[in-house]
């Protein structure tokens, strides 16, 4: 009776990977240096047309570089999208500094130049100009990138892309990862491609990456001994995950192709129900990945079925589906945080679900999704 669990994203090798990795065996580079991280590297710089890619051991110690790579500091204040995974904030904490939320517009889901404006001249008129803006492509669809670039410009505030959930989507035809003063990947389990875990930071110029790289080795000086000037970080990736990272990168672009066949499977079981809408990208300058897919429902429309009772009805029959991110300056850890906005991420949270998503996801286990939803809205 039971059947076996539809998870909401799971890893999905592409075949090369146990190659790669038995290649790391047999060269015994068993280490955080080797072929692999040289290879999955230059994989990357050449997906993303030539930046610089530092691969690192989770998506949170690019974000945390990152951020050290921008100048912030303890006691700084730093503009954060509220409506993301708690990784893309906490790394401000690590450093002693402080978060400011922005609530997200209506259109990308993603932080709201408006409120990020209003945000910014606050923060400077209350004596403190902040010092750097970090702004998510939620579940991979891309944020407002020009509006959001014009304010960081207008006020001269760097960018920290948190593209964790968006290797592979664009706008206007260039790579996500790109946009920001620095970007940033995760290879973590559950994203689009996977080394177990694992992170990449994406500059702009070799220094900085050079920058980044002696910081996540242990901030060694140039000396034959063990001499510190500095506080360095053991984040560099090892190896061994570079090697799944390198047979990732070969299927790729269709993980890409199949999330998006995901996407359109849902707008196309959806069509036909009220109150339920497919989260898509607003025109065609957006291209998306879809790392997961993603619904609101208004239970006004639906008889009162929300998106709990839609979750539930899944959990029944074995798949796995999630609410949305919850808000950063609604979660207790952030709760003494300013915020700046309205209640737009706040009624996403409480209308929105992700669903099954994974790229290798059946054909039976999309009739099992589709029998329970006709089952539900019938
Ligand atoms: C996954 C994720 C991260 C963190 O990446 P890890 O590799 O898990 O440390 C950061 N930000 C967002 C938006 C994510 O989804």
């Known amino acids: 009776m039971s059947k076996d669990k539809i998870w909401l994203s799971p ?18 580079w068993i280490a955080p240096v080797g072929a692999n991280l040289d290879c999955f590297e230059a994989d990357l710089e050449k997906y993303l047309s030539n930046r610089y890619v530092t691969l690192l051991n989770s998506g949170t110690a690019a974000i945390h570089l990152g951020l050290i790579l921008l100048g912030v500091q303890a006691g700084d204040e730093v503009l954060c999208q509220s409506m993301t995974f708690a990784a893309s904030a906490n790394p401000i904490l690590y450093l002693g500094a402080k978060p400011i939320f922005i609530d997200s ?4 889901w993603n932080i709201c130049p408006v409120a990020l404006e209003e945000a910014i001249v606050d923060r400077i008129a209350k004596g403190k100009k902040p010092k750097a803006i970090i702004a998510v492509h939620l579940y991979g669809v891309p944020y407002q990138i020009e509006l959001v670039r014009l304010v960081a410009d207008k006020y001269s505030i760097p960018i920290l892309e948190d593209s964790a959930e968006a290797l592979g989507s664009c706008y206007k035809g260039k790579a996500c990862g790109t946009f920001g003063d620095v970007g940033v990947f995760s290879f973590n389990g559950s994203k689009i491609i ?12 070799k220094v900085l990456k050079n920058r980044a790289l002696f910081l996540a080795t242990q901030a060694k000086d140039n000396a034959p001994y063990y001499q510190h000037s500095e506080v360095g970080y053991n984040y560099r990736m090892s190896n061994i995950c570079a090697g799944i990272g390198r047979g990732q990168m070969e299927v790729l672009d269709s993980h890409i192709d199949l999330r998006r066949s995901m996407h359109e499977f849902y707008v196309e079981l959806f069509n036909t129900i009220d109150g339920v809408e497919v989260f898509t990208v607003p ?3 957006y291209f998306a990945n879809y790392w997961l897919s993603t619904i609101l429902i208004d239970p006004l429309k639906t008889n009162g079925i929300n998106c709990e009772t839609l979750r539930l009805a899944f959990k029944e029959a074995n ?3 999630r609410p949305l991110w919850k808000p950063m300056h609604l979660q207790p850890v952030f709760s003494t945080c300013p915020f700046y ?6 009624s996403l949270f409480k209308k929105g679900l992700c669903l099954p998503s994974g790229s290798n996801l059946t054909n039976e286990d999309r009739m099992r999704i589709k029998t329970v939803v006709l089952e539900l809205f019938k």
């Open 283 to 285: 025109n065609d300058d």
């Open 341 to 346: 906005g309205g209640i737009v991420a706040e």
């Open 11 to 28: 890893p999905h090798m592409g075949g090369s990977e146990l190659k790669y990795i038995q290649e790391a065996f047999d060269t015994n």
């Open 105 to 108: 517009e209506i259109k990308t």
């Open 194 to 205: 996977t080394t177990s875990g694992g992170g990449a930071l994406i500059a702009s110029s």
């Open 319 to 321: 798949i796995e589906s």
